[in-house]
């Protein structure tokens, strides 16, 4: 029997939608509050927002792809449901990029780990950025009800072998260990996470938010680019928007012009700050696109005698900050291990190789485990980050800067996670190193990690969390918006997205997201009450 496909149905009843890649004219839309991006942050202002008796519009540049579409297939899933067709990298093409970018943005494809924002990182916000109102106990009744909203709980099946070698190394060696909460009802296990949920067990914002927003009388533009903001002083009179072509690739032609009351930018620490950009928003203090941070991500590569299957069961249900937090906010950089799951595209990707060695990796595939390891940027000095500007087409690219401070981290990662794969029973390891190749003992492992020159290009580098770019703040010479997410000098526009955090937070953002956006969202309806 085939899954119900409750997002058809509500399209049935008539849900209102416009696809702007099916445009044959320009067209005007108007709402109470324009909401551009429907991941995360978006999706959870719709819904309280359109709960609190506004009319909102949601705005989406990529496709509206619902559970029937979900095929588990990588070439279809990566080409429709990711940033530049999963091509999105930092300026220089070092550092690989993963964002979502249909309706559901992010929440859509990611593998569903769900943690709330660290005492320590918030803390680092209130001394550091002048961030009031955020402290672990006044965030703590937000992460609650977006925890219940979602499902978010920690994952009770037994770990797949893959999330298992990091639960065993750890115990092994005396290191700390847990389980990761994820935001799922009913899930198969598949570990298809990353291509779109096909049994609508992951709570994205397309199976929770979008619909009950649309159930309010909410209305969702999707292939349609927010290309700029109509600024006049310090008020917002307008919304331009592309429609996009099929593949949603270029402009079809078409515009549709939003007239609201309020806009709410919600397209993540890349298009946030693009979107900005284009419109030539007020930036009195240049802090616009600037101090934009990734989790940035390095590979360890381990081959069991047992069957591993990483392309198996839950992605994501074990990780370790047993180097997350050991120096503080301020002293080494710290780093949060996971693991990624190994479909043969995505995997074929991370290794890099070619010729005989692609085909053994791949042939050894069933056997291997992968690491890695999410780098905790921005609390200190020497770790500045990135900033966002535009290419000659308006697009928005990331240039991002690694610093000697940083390249310290990343070797001490690939040691933690060899030494942690091979106390799991690793019968060889491999960082994911141009100059590298599988070692069958820790003492060459370690003498080769410390002997590869780590540089950029020869360092496998992705990360799929953007942070920054349009930080929050009380002091408006250092920050875009204050702590309620009110754009410093735009008075009916707010930012509701990561492209707040002013640094990365050294956990994967969704719940972050979801907590801080539902508390700005809320006392955003209390505000239009009284404007």
Known sequence: MPVPDPFREGLARGWKTYDGSQLDSDLTL????????????????????????????LIEEGPLKTSRDFTLLENEAYASLYQEGIGRMSKDGAISILQGRAVGGTTLVNW??????????LEHWAREHQVIGHSSE?????????????????????PNAN???????????????????????????????????????????LV?????????????????????????????NGLECQGMDSRCVAANGH????????????????????????????DPHNRLGKRTFLHLVNFSAGLFPEAINPFYGAPQSIYSDHFQWKDGTTGPMGYKLEVPPLHPALAATLFSSYGQTNALHMAQLPNTHMMLALMRDGFHPDSPGGHVELRSDGSPTLDYTLTPYGWEALKRAFHSMA??????????????????????????????IDSLSLELYRTRLASAHVMGGCA???????????????????RNVSIHDGSLFPTSIGANPQLSVYGLTAKLASQLAERLKNS
């Open 255 to 282: 515009t549709i012009t939003v007239k609201a009351r309020h806009y709410v930018l919600a397209g993540g620490g890349i298009n946030t700050p693009g979107l900005l950009m284009r419109s030539d928003a007020p």
């Open 208 to 236: 929770t938010t979008i619909p009950a927003m649309l159930e309010k009388g909410g209305e969702l533009l999707y292939m349609a680019r927010a290309q700029r903001l109509l600024i006049t002083g310090d008020q917002v």
């Open 30 to 57: 108007e709402a109470d509050v324009a909401i551009i991006g429907s991941g995360a942050g978006g999706g959870t202002t719709a819904e309280i927002l359109s709960a609190a008796g506004y009319k909102v519009l």
């Open 419 to 448: 030494e942690i794969q091979f106390a799991a029973g690793a019968t060889a390891v491999m960082p994911l190193h141009s100059d590298a190749r599988y070692m069958s003992s820790l003492r060459e492992t370690r003498d080769r």
């Open 472 to 490: 929050m703040g009380e002091n408006t010479r250092m920050a875009v918006t204050d702590s309620l997410g009110r754009h410093h000098q735009l």
């Open 163 to 205: 999330n298992e070698v990091i639960r065993n190394g750890c115990e092994k060696l005396g290191y700390s260990w847990h389980v990761i909460p994820r935001n799922v009802r009913g899930c198969w296990n598949l570990g298809y996470c990353g291509m779109g949920c096909p049994t609508n067990a992951k709570q994205s914002m």
């Open 112 to 121: 569903a780990s769900s943690f709330r924002t660290p005492g320590p990182t």
């Open 138 to 158: 006044q965030m703590a009744p937000w992460f609650e009800q977006m925890e219940q909203r979602l499902g978010i709980a920690p994952w009770v099946i037994p």
